[in-house]
Nanobody, 115 residues
Framework: QVRMVESGGGLVQPGGSLRLSCAASGMLFRFKDMGWYRQAPGKQRELVAAITTGGITNYVDSVKGRFTISRDNAKNTLYLQMNSLKSEDTAVYLC?????????WGQGTQVTVSA
């Protein structure tokens, strides 16, 4: 059974940084394009960063230059380095396949940016 476990979220002041991790199991991680998604209250889930099996990355405009997605295939782990955080980055962050079909969604990790 495929399982995604996200961690690393928390409360941070505007301008601060966080590093999120996603441990994947039950899948051939290195053969999957992966992505970080976020969902804020009352808003639709959005893909904020994606990385292909070959390491090509793509970002939504609102996080370009601030977020960096990476992967460690040996550890079956996906990362998201978030710098210069803004209040509008507040959301639950989740990882999954970069394109459909998606795996079962994990619980996500809460990121709150507030003074």
């Amino acid at each position: 059974q495929v399982r995604m476990v996200e961690s690393g979220g928390g409360l941070v002041q505007p301008g601060g940084s966080l590093r999120l991790s996603c441990a994947a199991s039950g899948m051939l991680f290195r053969f999957k394009d992966m992505g970080w998604y976020r969902q804020a209250p009352g808003k639709q889930r959005e893909l904020v960063a994606a990385i292909t099996t070959g390491g090509i990355t793509n970002y939504v405009d609102s996080v370009k230059g601030r977020f960096t997605i990476s992967r460690d295939n040996a550890k079956n782990t996906l990362y998201l380095q978030m710098n210069s955080l803004k209040s509008e980055d507040t959301a639950v962050y989740l990882c999954n396949a970069g394109t459909p079909p998606y795996f079962n969604w994990g619980q996500g990790t809460q990121v709150t940016v507030s003074a």
